[in-house]
């Protein structure tokens, strides 16, 4: 069968719009749309006056995050020394003796309570005293105890009082409650060794 020259025509022209067809689809799917473009474009812009405006108050940030670190070491002084509850539980028992001399108070017995996490960087160490006093010596036990350098905390205050011949006397116990940090440090990476 031989193609006369008509045919010949209508199949270069079938070709031809074949071929117009398939690259107008190829140029949509490859080429991207003009308005997600745009859109990409004005959020990059956005994206990119953000970080500029980062960058410019880069020093400002730099101070606020020193003073921060500041404010966290001078809250970390009011802590407990050290980051073992017996140590710290044991710290406070003699901080508690101190000012039960200073003001006259006869602690009578004292008991370290089971250690609680409060937070994730703080742990809860309380001592529960007996004690033997007055009035005007509990006030004086009790203003040291707030006012101390560290961050004590009365937790608990129960006053059984009684009366021996004419006179009353009271015999407070108190639950005091300090702090210790118990921030884990990240493990130092020891260096290899070759064998």
């Known amino acids: 069968m031989k193609i006369n020259s008509r ?13 117009a067809v398939m690259i107008y689809y190829a140029a949509n ?3 991207p749309n003009r308005e997600s473009l745009a859109q990409d474009v004005s959020l990059k812009k956005k994206m990119l006056l953000k970080q500029r405006e980062t960058l410019i108050r ?6 606020r995050i020193e003073q921060y670190g500041a404010r966290l070491e001078k809250e970390m002084a009011l802590l407990l020394p050290g980051d073992n509850p ?17 003001s006259g108070v ?22 529960r005293i007996d004690t033997n006093c007055n009035l ?42 300090g702090y210790i940090s118990s921030r884990v440090e990240p493990p130092q990476a020891e260096p290899a060794t070759g064998i």
């Open 136 to 177: 005007d010596q509990l006030v004086q036990f009790m203003a040291a105890i707030q006012n101390h350098e560290k961050y004590l905390k009365i937790e608990e205050c129960m006053i059984n009082g009684f009366r021996i011949q004419r006179r009353y006397e009271i015999r407070p116990s108190l639950t005091i409650a």
């Open 58 to 63: 880069e020093e400002y940030f730099k101070k």
């Open 7 to 19: 045919e010949k025509r209508i199949i270069i022209i079938g070709i031809c719009v074949a071929a």
């Open 106 to 127: 006869e602690i009578t017995s004292k008991n370290i309570l089971p250690e609680r996490k409060v937070q994730d960087l703080l742990t809860r160490i309380s001592v």
């Open 29 to 31: 799917l490859l080429l």
């Open 86 to 102: 017996n140590v710290a539980g044991a710290e406070l028992q003699k901080i508690l003796k101190d000012f039960a001399d200073q």
